[in-house]
């Protein structure tokens, strides 16, 4: 009976660790999709590109701009399908080699939703079309893609929940929220209008959001 009980505690023992070497393996895993889009990120030059177009003083941020900028685009290849909001980005940062994927000493921790906040505004300030199209250029430039000046463009809209009471109808650069025709037919719901113009690889060369006006 007694040697039952022990080969029982044994098994068990052995599944526990078996649990936790998985568990330890599970930590130390840094998805390779996570990988490829870092390893692209760093052959265009994207962390200083984006240190040097955005207004920023490096004794005020713990990560730079193009760290944190680098960390919103590698996110989504973290947690395939998941939608992560701002403020739990760093959870899921937890769990990889911080080191594979950004060139800078970079800490989970750090990655905090008022980081991400002033730096979305400050990508705003600097201009979010210009930004994109010059990466987009660089791209062309850095994996020597032939150019073609044939373009494809198109519209859609998303639309969105809530008043936007502080939107300014006469700011022709701000996408103010708007009742109009919705493709996603929510005509109960306001839009803005969201445009993009490829070229024939499908490469996108500008996006860009816009007020739609048209009231029903």
């Not at 080699?97 to 970079?106: A, T």
């Not at 505004?121 to 990466?135: K, L, V, W």
């Not at 494809?152 to 939107?167: E, K, P």
Request: with cysteine; proline share 5%.
């Amino acid at each position: 009976m007694a040697r039952r009980k022990t080969k029982k505690n044994t098994i068990f023992k052995k599944f526990i660790q078996d649990v936790e070497s998985a568990e330890q393996r599970d930590i130390e895993q840094t998805p390779l999709l996570a990988l490829i889009v870092a390893t692209f990120l760093d052959r265009l030059g994207f962390v200083p590109f984006i240190n040097s177009v955005v207004t920023w003083d490096q004794k005020q941020w713990r990560v730079s701009p193009g760290n944190l900028t680098k960390a919103l685009i590698i996110t989504p290849f973290l947690c395939i399908g998941a939608r992560i909001p701002l403020y739990s980005i760093h959870e899921n940062y937890q769990s990889v080699d911080m080191s594979l994927l950004f060139e800078d000493h970079v800490e989970p921790e750090w990655l905090t939703r008022d980081a991400f906040a002033c730096l979305l505004d400050r990508i705003y300030d600097a201009g979010c079309e210009n930004i994109f199209t010059q990466i987009a250029l660089k791209v062309y430039d850095t994996f020597k893609i032939p150019y073609n000046a044939v373009f494809h463009g198109d519209t859609s809209t998303i639309v969105l929940y809530g008043a936007y009471a502080n939107s300014d109808p006469d700011n022709d650069e701000e996408a103010v929220p708007a009742y109009g025709h919705s493709k996603d037919g929510r005509q109960n719901l306001k839009q803005v209008l969201y445009g993009m113009v490829t070229d024939t690889f499908g490469i996108s060369l500008l996006v860009t959001v816009r007020p739609d006006f048209v009231i029903f």
